[in-house]
């Protein structure tokens, strides 16, 4: 239809254009007319072929986008599910977050209230710590006092029974002369210098009968030698106190020191060879007493003190068996 209404309006156009002009129409002006035509004909052929073709590809297009459409629809439901349930995650996410962030908080205000606990305990601990440390330095500054007293008094005693001694010394060497010596002394062994324990007591003289003092000294005496010392000490102290006046109180009065040492009761040791020092100078127990004594105050780390026996066993006492010992320690201690 459309090509019939193009080609009459095309040959009228044709036909009544050349009379508009007042030309006339020639054979040869018609045939290039109908070659006009043909070409304007083919392409109305082809113009309806593409309409044609356009309409029948627009039914299908509109199908397609219908169902394009509806899958469409599926898809932004499905999007829409899924994002409700990214929202709720979200939400759920967010709810952990905060409490979270609340137990967070907590810690921290915990944590903060046990380091201000812990920083207060170690103040007082410190604060506890400096008390001790000064009560400590006030005991070592009384202990210290009290060893110093005790020294001092112990070389005053021993002092003071010197003089006596060489105010006595003349009045004793007339007694020897009319009686037997005032000392009996035990068999004595020599000593090394690297023994300094005295642990085995030398043999006492003794008579055919014993009498019952020296049947006690004698008990004393093997139970030193068999290294009962708790016991030994006991004994002799018994003994000293019994018989104060005998011959063999000095001995006595020296085993039990030798007792205390080696029980490594040192102190105690001290005071009772100072006993037999102070009371009795010019016995023979005297310097070995002074050594032990000086060996004593070794043990106690009191070298100082320690060497001013020792040099005092060398200067009184030049004679005797320990001062050679008394010498051998003083070199050892760089003196």
Avoid at 198 to 214: D, F, L, Y
Avoid at 243 to 257: E, R, T
Wanted: glycine letters at 2%.
């Amino acid at each position: 239809m459309i090509k019939k209404l193009i080609s009459q309006s095309l040959l009228l156009t044709l036909i009544t254009a050349p009379v508009l002009t007042g030309c006339i129409v020639t054979p040869q002006d018609m045939k290039s007319l109908n070659l006009r035509l043909r070409s304007i004909d083919s392409r109305l052929i082809t113009v309806e072929k593409e309409i044609t073709d356009i309409k029948e590809g627009t039914g299908s297009s509109v199908e397609l986008m219908q169902k394009q459409q509806a899958g469409i629809g599926v898809t932004l439901d499905q999007l829409n599910a899924q994002l409700l349930q990214v929202t709720s995650e979200l939400d759920e996410t967010q709810h952990r977050h905060q409490s979270l962030q609340a137990e967070n908080m907590r810690l921290k205000e915990e944590i903060s209230n046990r380091f201000a606990t812990v920083e207060n305990q170690t103040t007082t601990l410190y604060q506890q710590v400096g008390e001790i440390n000064t009560n400590v330095g006030a005991l070592d500054s009384n202990l210290q006092q009290i060893k110093t007293a005790q020294i001092e008094e112990a070389t005053a005693k021993a002092d003071a029974a010197a003089r006596e001694a060489a105010r006595a010394s003349e009045k004793a060497e007339q007694a020897r002369k009319k009686s037997e010596p005032y000392e009996i002394s035990p068999q004595k062994t020599k000593k090394t210098p690297s023994n300094e324990d005295e642990n085995k007591a030398p043999a006492e003289t003794s008579s055919k009968v014993k009498s019952v003092e020296q049947q006690a000294y004698d008990k004393a005496l093997s139970s030193f030698q068999a290294k009962k010392y708790n016991e030994a000490y006991s004994l002799f102290s018994d003994f000293t106190e019994k018989y104060h006046s005998s011959q063999l109180a000095v001995n006595a009065q020296f085993w039990s020191g030798d007792c205390l040492y080696n029980q490594k009761e040192y102190a105690l040791a001290i005071l009772e060879y100072q006993n037999v020092i102070a009371d009795n100078p010019h016995h023979a127990k005297a310097p070995a007493a002074l050594y032990k004594q000086a060996l004593s105050f070794e043990k106690l780390q009191d070298i100082e003190t320690a060497k001013i026996v020792y040099k005092k066993i060398v200067i009184e006492y030049p004679k005797s068996e320990q001062a050679a010992d008394a010498q051998k320690r003083l070199k050892e201690l760089g003196q």
